[in-house]
Structures are given as C-alpha cells and as structure tokens.
C-alpha cells in the first residue's frame, strides 16, 4: 500500500497534521498501537483506563511486548490506582492531559478554519479560583468588573491591578515598563514595577498566567496573560472553554476524521514493528531530482503486525514513543512557538468523586450579611430575616494551589486542578472528575505520586463539604483514584543540516500548562505539516511572519510565493463546512 505520508500515532499533533495534509490533497495513512484515538491526550473511560495504568505498570521481569509500551512505561511511572471501578464505569470520560482552550488562539482557528468544530462541542468554564483554606477559595480577578466589586482589595490596590490588566491587555512589547524585564521572575516584576501586594500577585502569576513556580520569567506569562484577557467575551464571559467527552482526546479524534472523510486510510490496535529506511543513496538526491521522482523512488516502510504488506510512504511523522530522534535520518520539527516552556515531569491523580466542589468565596460571610432577603414559598414574610445563600458549587472549573499554600504540599510548584463533570459529558449525574497536575521541575526524594498528590486530593476534597452545610457532612471519599508521574519526550534536534533534509519528521515537545497545551500542539502539527510539504514538493517550507490577534498570517516560502499550490495551513472550507463552523 502506497501513500505519500504515514503517520504513527494519534496524538492531537499528529492528527492535525494529518487532517491538514489530507486536505491539501497528499495521500495519508495514520496507524497507531492503541485501539482508542489522541495518543497522550486521549479520552478514555474508567474502564479504559484502568486497563491503560495496568498496562504501563512495570513489574519485575515483565519485558514490554512493542518498543512503543517500553518507551510509554519509561515515561508513565510511579502507578497506582483503585482495585475496584465504579457503577457506570464507561460513562466517564477521563482525559490523560487535561487542558482549557483560550478563547482566542491557534487551537481554535484550526478548529473553525479545517471544518473539525462541528465535530465537536465545547462548554464555558465556569471558574478559576485559588486554594485559600479548607472549605474556602479565594476569587481571582480577571475583569474590570472583578476588581471593581473585590471586596478583599483596598481602592489603592483596585488602582494598581486595573493598571496592570490594562498594561496585560496591550501590546506591551517595547514598553517601558517592560523594557530590559523580559526574563524577570514574574512575581518579582508584579512587585517591582506595579507595586502589587502578594496576594494579587499570586493571583496573577498562578491563576491568570498559569505559572509553575515564582521564577517564571515575566515576557511568557504577559503573553498568556493578554491571551487570557482578550480571550473573554469571544463566547461568553470566561475565556476559556472545555471540550466535552474528555477535551482533547475528543478533539484529535475529530481531526481524524476529517482526514479520513478526505481520504486518509487509518489502522489502529496494530503493533508497529518497525521502520525501514531506503537506501542511503536514495536520500543523496537533490531535491529537483526528488521532485521529479517518483513516489517509490525512496519510499519507507513502516511494518504492522499481522499485515503482510507494508505501508509505504514518502514521508513519515512519527510521535517520539515510536520513533525516536536519534533514529537514521530522523527530524524534530521546529514549532514556532514561544509559548512552550522547559520539559519537565508531571504529577497527575485523577479522582472520582460524588459530590460537587463548592467554590466558597473567603470573603462570604460579608456577602451572606449584605445580600438582599427573599421570601420561601411559605407564609408572606416567613424567613424573611434570613438572607439567601449563593450556590457556589461547580461543574467545570479550575482550582489553583500556589507554592505553599499547603503544610505538605510543594514549597517551589503550583498545582493545578481541573474539576468536570455531566455539564462538559464527562461524568454521570451527580459524580465529578478531579484531574490534578503538580509539576516536577527539580527531582525530589518521593517519587510516588500518590504521596505527592495527597495533601492537594485531601485540601480539594474539603470542599465538598462547605462552611454552610451542616456539622454533620463530611468530605467525599474518592470513589476510584489513578495517581502516576507523567515524564516529557526526551527529543534532541540534530543539526540544522540534518534537519533540513529529514523525510522522517518528529513531533516536537509539548508543554503540559492547562491553558497552552492545546495551541502548542496546533503550532507543533502546522510545523510538521509545512517541513512535511516541502519534503514531498521539493521546495522550501513557508516562513511565517508574528501576527498580532485577529490578523491571518499567510505562508509564503522564502520567496515570497506559495509552496508548489500550497498556500495555507487550511484551504478554504466548502460551502456545507462553513454554515457547520458559522453554526459553531
């Protein structure tokens, strides 16, 4: 079987790259080990995903059937999880990278621009919120409404943060306030040059721009800040969105489909045995000679067990867990991005839970005593003395826990937790999924993750039981847990020599912050798609110029012109796909 691309492995990456290859009309198959699509960021029910944690699992003396469980169990240690499921278990949908989508940004113009929204469905996240203590979380002002009606600030401290937001929202670059700050620790920056106090500068650098730590150098977190700010109001007051059924797992299935509806072939639950590379002399062609070639003229052969026949393919994009870096004639692509961060390990635990997180403002008792009396169904005037009580509680939102907000918790790392449940489809009625992330940025002397992630699991659970419900309420037991260390892809780029004349291309790192991952992975695919057009035309990939929001950045080669008939990462939707992405 012929093809002009083979692509190994469904991660958001690759199935983006493998939709917009199929668009652009080149002949793609996409294989993959797992019988589930999104690779690292799959959506997977608690069925699915115990079977997944056993399976990566090392015990002694237990060799890996395929190279690609090797590198997996290499990657995804320290796993433990609960013995027994839950009723209802292939009701969940549990995402193994669990992510927000900003409003505004590359995920979603891909998504709107291939045609893939209708595809899917998205709901508003409701809240971000920081840890404050038990049954308490602190509110974070995100708005000029937010800061207005803040009660925990004083009018100078109002001043000061609506002049940052402001300064964020801007087009800061070159900026004064900026200039020669660029690699700053972000906390420091707040202080210094905003004169903000710890509390809203912890705000700010761990709940608006997600920071890992308090050395997070200040130009990338005013990126994700501003991306933050002009995100809100696109399709509601939060800026951020939630995929339903899992998030992005949902999604790359979805990019999948579009490339099969344009013809792309896929094979998944079939082992990759192997790769074989053409001859060396094959690749010693210049690239008119490759252009005016055949298709066979260097083709590689990606082997599947139990098929006899090999796929053959001109081109290959491979996630890491199959083909490494380091294999003959291999490539990393280089995104574009400014947005990923240092590869670091992460801590996940995802719980399940049956009662909801109830996000009480520290500052509720004032707001129990002002708000306006309302009359119950009973008597005129019956309870009339008794101020009403606000529901805090939540079905899709984002708890915050800076460095040291807990006794056992981490002194230098933020963790993050995702909480979601039916309104984003990916729990049944009453029953809430924790997904909590703790970055590992230095090695540390505990690698369970179970015991790095409890004190956050315990402090999150005591939510669940609020100030205002009766002494008699105690916090949720887990009803199935699954903790393990999530390792980044070890990927060294070769020379920019070997780099440029790589037909096998790799998928780049991608960064684990919530509300990046998604269009670091976009930017990732359109950097393997545009090296892989120009491998299979024989022409130079497209150079891409900043653009600032709103504006369309065109793809021009180093010419000036397109690549071979290839002018955009998307070609431009038929008629049906734009009233589905209007509609969208």
């Known amino acids: 079987m012929d093809f002009d691309v083979a692509v190994i492995g469904t991660g958001l990456a690759e199935s983006i790259a493998a939709a917009a290859l199929s668009k652009a009309g080149f002949k793609v198959a996409h294989v993959d080990n797992n019988q589930y699509y999104g690779g690292d960021e799959a959506?997977?029910?608690?069925?699915?995903?115990?079977?997944?944690?056993?399976?990566?699992?090392?015990?002694?003396?237990?060799?890996?059937?395929?190279?690609?469980?090797?590198?997996?169990?290499?990657?995804?240690?320290?796993?433990?999880?609960?013995?027994?499921?839950?009723?209802?278990?292939?009701?969940?949908?549990?995402?193994?990278?669990?992510?927000?989508?900003?409003?505004?940004?590359?995920?979603?113009?891909?998504?709107?621009?291939?045609?893939?929204?209708?595809?899917?469905?998205?709901?508003?996240?409701?809240?971000?919120?920081?840890?404050?203590?038990?049954?308490?979380?602190?509110?974070?002002?995100?708005?000029?409404?937010?800061?207005?009606?803040?009660?925990?600030?004083?009018?100078?401290?109002?001043?000061?943060?609506?002049?940052?937001?402001?300064?964020?929202?801007?087009?800061?670059?070159?900026?004064?306030?900026?200039?020669?700050?660029?690699?700053?620790?972000?906390?420091?920056?707040?202080?210094?040059?905003?004169?903000?106090?710890?509390?809203?500068?912890?705000?700010?650098?761990?709940?608006?721009?997600?920071?890992?730590?308090?050395?997070?150098?200040?130009?990338?977190?005013?990126?994700?800040?501003?991306?933050?700010?002009?995100?809100?109001?696109?399709?509601?007051?939060?800026?951020?969105?939630?995929?339903?059924?899992?998030?992005?797992?949902?999604?790359?299935?979805?990019?999948?489909?579009?490339?099969?509806?344009?013809?792309?072939?896929?094979?998944?639950?079939?082992?990759?045995?192997?790769?074989?590379?053409?001859?060396?002399?094959?690749?010693?062609?210049?690239?008119?000679?490759?252009?005016?070639?055949?298709?066979?003229?260097?083709?590689?052969?990606?082997?599947?067990?139990?098929?006899?026949?090999?796929?053959?393919?001109?081109?290959?994009?491979?996630?890491?867990?199959?083909?490494?870096?380091?294999?003959?004639?291999?490539?990393?692509?280089?995104?574009?991005?400014?947005?990923?961060?240092?590869?670091?390990?992460?801590?996940?635990?995802?719980?399940?839970?049956?009662?909801?997180?109830?996000?009480?403002?520290?500052?509720?008792?004032?707001?129990?005593?002002?708000?306006?009396?309302?009359?119950?169904?009973?008597?005129?005037?019956?309870?009339a003395d008794q101020p009403s009580m606000p529901n805090y509680e939540v079905d899709t939102a984002v708890l915050v826990f800076p460095p040291n907000s807990l006794p056992n918790g981490s002194p230098t790392t933020a963790a993050h937790l995702l909480v979601t449940g039916e309104g984003s489809m990916s729990a049944p009625r009453g029953k809430y999924i924790l997904n909590i992330s703790l970055p590992l940025p230095s090695s540390t002397s505990n690698p369970s993750a179970e015991e790095l992630l409890r004190p956050y699991l315990d402090a999150a659970l005591t939510l669940t039981a609020p100030p205002s419900a009766s002494s008699e309420v105690q916090p949720a037991d887990p009803l199935f847990t699954v903790s393990y260390i999530h390792h980044p892809v070890s990927t060294s780029v070769p020379s920019d020599s070997a780099d440029a004349d790589s037909d096998i291309i790799i998928t780049p790192p991608c960064t684990p912050l919530l509300p990046v991952i998604a269009d670091v992975a976009t930017q990732n695919a359109e950097a393997m798609f545009w090296r892989a057009v120009r491998r299979l035309k024989g022409t130079w990939e497209p150079e891409k110029r900043d653009c600032v929001d709103g504006e369309k950045d065109e793809a021009t080669d180093k010419d000036g012109g397109e690549v071979d008939g290839i002018d955009s990462f998307w070609p431009p939707l038929d008629v049906a796909d734009v009233e589905s992405a209007d509609d969208w």
């Open 43 to 383: 959506s997977l029910t608690l069925d699915e995903l115990a079977q997944w944690a056993d399976v990566r699992a090392t015990s002694s003396g237990d060799k890996p059937p395929s190279e690609y469980l090797a590198r997996q169990r290499a990657r995804y240690t320290s796993i433990t999880r609960s013995s027994t499921l839950p009723p209802q278990s292939r009701q969940y949908a549990v995402s193994l990278a669990p992510s927000i989508v900003p409003s505004l940004g590359p995920h979603i113009d891909s998504l709107i621009a291939s045609g893939v929204s209708r595809y899917g469905s998205f709901k508003l996240l409701e809240k971000v919120a920081i840890y404050d203590r038990p049954g308490h979380v602190q509110s974070v002002p995100g708005s000029k409404e937010d800061v207005f009606k803040s009660k925990a600030l004083s009018l100078v401290e109002k001043r000061r943060l609506m002049r940052f937001l402001m300064f964020a929202a801007g087009d800061f670059e070159g900026k004064k306030e900026l200039e020669g700050k660029e690699q700053m620790s972000f906390l420091q920056y707040l202080r210094e040059t905003f004169t903000l106090n710890d509390k809203p500068a912890n705000a700010i650098a761990y709940a608006l721009a997600f920071c890992v730590s308090p050395n997070d150098p200040t130009l990338p977190a005013l990126q994700r800040i501003r991306q933050y700010l002009r995100s809100a109001g696109r399709y509601g007051a939060s800026p951020f969105l939630v995929g339903h059924y899992g998030g992005l797992g949902e999604t790359a299935q979805g990019f999948c489909r579009t490339s099969a509806v344009k013809g792309g072939t896929y094979i998944l639950g079939r082992t990759v045995l192997g790769v074989k590379y053409p001859p060396p002399e094959a690749n010693a062609m210049s690239n008119n000679e490759k252009a005016s070639a055949s298709s066979a003229r260097s083709a590689y052969k990606v082997e599947l067990e139990e098929f006899d026949e090999p796929l053959t393919a001109r081109v290959v994009l491979s996630s890491s867990d199959y083909l490494s870096a380091t294999s003959p004639n291999s490539a990393t692509a280089e995104s574009s991005t400014i947005l990923s961060d240092t590869a670091y390990p992460v801590a996940r635990c995802i719980a399940v839970v049956d009662k909801p997180l109830v996000f009480t403002p520290t500052d509720s008792a004032d707001e129990a005593t002002t708000a306006a009396p309302e009359e119950s169904a009973g008597e005129p005037g019956e309870n």
